[in-house]
């Protein structure tokens, strides 16, 4: 049974960091990564990491965000800095298994005061 289960959300304030963790457990995975929505917003990509650590980020991340995973602890974590208020949202991780099956934890809410 798959399960990604994320932690290391919480209150920060504007300028702040904080870094999330996401344990994946029950499969091999190939792609992880990083959603988010916001409250009246639609689900939006953050990043990914393939298993051989090429990474992709969205533009409104780049620079402050950066995605890393443990191949061995199936692990994937979003170090996120210089956080913004509209950083403000539920995250959610993300992992494919094979043939190409989209898995997704139940979110951890990022809340980022101005």
């Known amino acids: 049974q798959v399960q990604l289960v994320e932690s290391g959300g919480g209150l920060v304030q504007a300028g702040g960091s904080l870094r999330l963790s996401c344990a994946a457990t029950?499969?091999?995975?190939?792609?992880m990564g990083w959603h988010r929505q916001a409250p009246g917003k639609q689900r939006e990509f953050v990043a990914t990491i393939t298993n051989y650590g090429s990474t992709n980020y969205a533009d409104s991340v780049k620079g402050r965000f950066t995605i890393s995973r443990d191949n061995s602890k199936s692990t994937v974590y979003l170090q996120m800095n210089s956080l913004k208020p509209e950083d403000t949202a539920v995250y959610y991780c993300?992992?494919?298994?094979?043939?190409?099956?989209?898995?997704w934890g139940q979110g951890t809410q990022v809340t980022v005061s101005s």
């Open positions: 029950g499969s091999w995975f190939s792609i």
């Open positions: 993300t992992g494919r298994t094979p043939p190409s099956r989209d898995n």
